[in-house]
């Protein structure tokens, strides 16, 4: 009985699979709202939590019991909880459905937010921004955008998400120095709280909801596959890389807008001017390496060569304080080889996770970026407090090296892509060797809970034809 129940259980994971896939691959226009609404949802979310960077250390000193170190704190708290609730956020997504946990993060950052602008003392900004961070949706809407888009258009649409946060990082840049300048800090977070409502609009009324959750372990975190994640050297390599990237953005952000307000003589709600005109063109700059790192397949070098300028960009950072724009300049240097990293970083991690653990490595990889960002607020505020600008970028040198000794020894990545294939009623033991056969599939991982082959492959040697051959699609 538990055999044919199990059988039962498997065949109707595959329907729903197929259903949804079929679904989706005859409609595109509903690909293109729901790529495009969730890419929304990210600029709308993300533009509240950037926007306080490059103003909060310094408008914060008006907010009573503020110091350096308790505004470091404020500015990274929202890691913390970030950190602690990405990955249970995510698995629970999974029981009570992607929107149901959408809109509770949403509803929990909107709160943060109210609880932020009415703040009086340091205490309240802290507070208001921990809630932010709490409402961690990312694994969610990942695993959403997973259920309304077939495989094939998966790595453009994830792509597209990403281009997202980079638009929003650009934009709350400059629009958080702008609201400030008539609105104050205050004002900021009203914005913000008007923006997590929009994003709440837009979860409810213009993502499209899917047929059924596919839990895919190349989306959603699994527990059961923590070990062998936390396990991974290459791994830890990028998990380390991704806290000291962020850390050091963080920290940047708790002594630069001093430096363009004291140094440069630019009031807070013109910093944009610097922002603006040195963001755009390091993503220009960035654009081509990328291209290089991804389509020649040298994303070692590039990788390695956008570390090692992140590290030497600290302590000229620190020994040109004095002469402002000078630090500009080589901020901009800094801001070309960031956007380098953000870039191939999950990229990395997509390539190096062991097959069937994306989802899992994901949220590993997330849980670390914003440790550092924590780190870097908490860590930098203490050092700006006790020795200004010169011992914030010692400590961010120093993490700088070490991120270039772990990363230095890495292997270079197979240059593979990950693609789930339905099997339906075939059997498992006689589909798998055959699955190995085809050209450019490097590793096969069956998953007899979800009726699913994860395939690790050559994109420039597959061809997903081939899997027709096969009775399989």
């Not at 932010?132 to 790595?155: F, K, Y």
């Not at 596959?225 to 390599?237: G, I, K, M, P, Q």
Request: proline share 5%; with cysteine.
């Amino acid at each position: 009985m538990a055999k044919i129940n199990r059988q039962a259980t498997l065949q109707y994971i595959t329907s729903i699979s197929r259903q949804k896939i079929r679904r989706v691959n005859n409609q595109p226009a509903l690909i293109r709202r729901s790529v495009l609404s969730l890419s929304a949802l990210y600029i709308f979310r993300m533009l509240g939590l950037f926007m306080v960077l490059p103003i909060l250390m310094v408008l914060g000193e008006d907010y009573a019991e503020a110091t350096p170190f308790l505004l470091g704190i404020a500015l990274g708290a929202y890691g913390l909880t970030q950190s602690l609730f990405q990955l249970p956020m995510g698995m629970l997504s999974d029981k009570l459905g992607r929107k149901p946990i959408i809109i509770v993060g949403l509803i929990l950052f909107a709160l943060g937010s109210i609880v932020a602008a009415l703040a009086e003392s340091v205490w309240g900004l802290i507070l208001g921004r921990a809630l932010q961070g709490a409402g961690a949706i990312a694994a969610a809407t990942m695993a959403l955008l997973t259920d309304l888009t077939p495989d094939e258009h998966r790595t453009k649409a994830m792509a597209a998400i990403g281009v997202s946060i980079g638009i929003a990082f650009a934009v709350a840049l400059v629009l958080g120095p702008v609201i400030s300048g008539f609105a104050g800090l205050s004002g900021v977070f009203w914005f913000t709280s008007i923006l997590a409502m929009v994003g709440l609009f837009i979860v409810v009324v213009l993502v499209p909801s899917p047929d059924s959750t596919f839990a895919s372990r190349d989306t959603i975190p699994t527990s059961t596959l923590l070990t062998t994640v936390l396990s991974n050297a290459e791994l830890h390599r990028l998990n380390f890389g991704v806290f000291a990237l962020h850390c050091l953005l963080t920290v940047m952000f708790v002594a630069i807008p001093g430096l363009l307000l004291d140094g440069l003589d630019i009031d807070v709600k013109h910093h944009w001017w610097v922002y603006l005109p040195m963001l755009a063109s390091a993503f220009i700059v960035m654009v081509p390496l990328v291209i290089i790192a991804e389509k020649q397949r040298k994303i070692k070098g590039v990788f390695l060569g956008a570390v090692a300028t992140v590290v030497a960009a600290q302590p000229l950072l620190g020994w040109s304080f004095s002469l402002p724009w000078i630090a500009v300049a080589v901020l901009w240097v800094f801001f070309v080889a960031f956007n380098v990293l953000e870039a191939t970083l999950p990229s990395l991690m997509s390539k190096l996770a062991p097959i069937g653990t994306k989802g899992t490595a994901s949220g590993v990889y997330s849980t670390c970026q914003f440790l550092g960002a924590f780190a870097g607020g908490v860590v930098g505020g203490y050092l700006q407090q006790s020795f200004g600008p010169m011992g914030v970028f010692t400590f961010s040198a120093i993490i700088g090296g070490l991120w270039l000794v772990v990363a230095l020894p890495m292997r270079p990545p197979k240059f593979l892509s990950s693609i789930l294939v339905a099997l339906g009623d075939k059997n498992f033991a006689d589909i798998e060797p055959e699955l190995r056969k085809l050209d450019g599939v490097h590793d096969v991982l069956l998953s007899t809970e979800e009726a699913t082959a994860y395939l690790k492959v050559d994109s420039k040697v597959f061809n997903r034809n081939s899997l027709q051959t096969l009775g399989l699609r």
